[in-house]
Nanobody
Framework: QVQLVESGGGLVQAGDSLRLSCAASGRTSSSYCMGWFRQAPGKEREFVAAVTWSGGFTHYADSVKGRFTISRDNAKNTVYLQMSSLKPEDTAVYYC?????????????????WGQGTQVTVSS
């Protein structure tokens, strides 16, 4: 079992930056891919970004490419999502997820564990 706790959400203005963190605990010694997803009201949960266990490979949704950066610190069992040039359409609950495996995964149904989510609201 892996427990995930997100933090760092909040209310910001368009153009601002925000960094989300996801702290993992439990069975963290295994290799797993970490991902960020988001869900806006009335919409399905969508993929945002993922990073491999080694941190050497990343994958982003087209909507955030060039604005968001995912990274991980395995010594701290923490993954980050640095968000820049935020837009009102980035408003959503952001979820951290973990998938046992050595590669990248973008499907929500592929992930094994989920955090409770953190709200990000971007005002115009």
């Amino acid at each position: 079992q892996v427990q995930l706790v997100e933090s760092g959400g909040g209310l910001v203005q368009a153009g601002d930056s925000l960094r989300l963190s996801c702290a993992a605990s439990g069975r963290t010694s295994s290799s797993y891919c970490m991902g960020w997803f988001r869900q806006a009201p009335g919409k399905e949960r969508e993929f945002v970004a993922a990073v491999t266990w080694s941190g050497g490979f990343t994958h982003y949704a087209d909507s955030v490419k060039g604005r968001f950066t995912i990274s991980r610190d395995n010594a701290k069992n923490t993954v980050y999502l640095q968000m820049s040039s935020l837009k009102p359409e980035d408003t959503a609950v952001y979820y951290c997820a973990a998938k046992y495996g050595t590669w990248l995964y973008a499907g929500a149904n592929e992930y094994d564990y989920w955090g409770q989510g953190t709200q990000v609201t971007v005002s115009s």
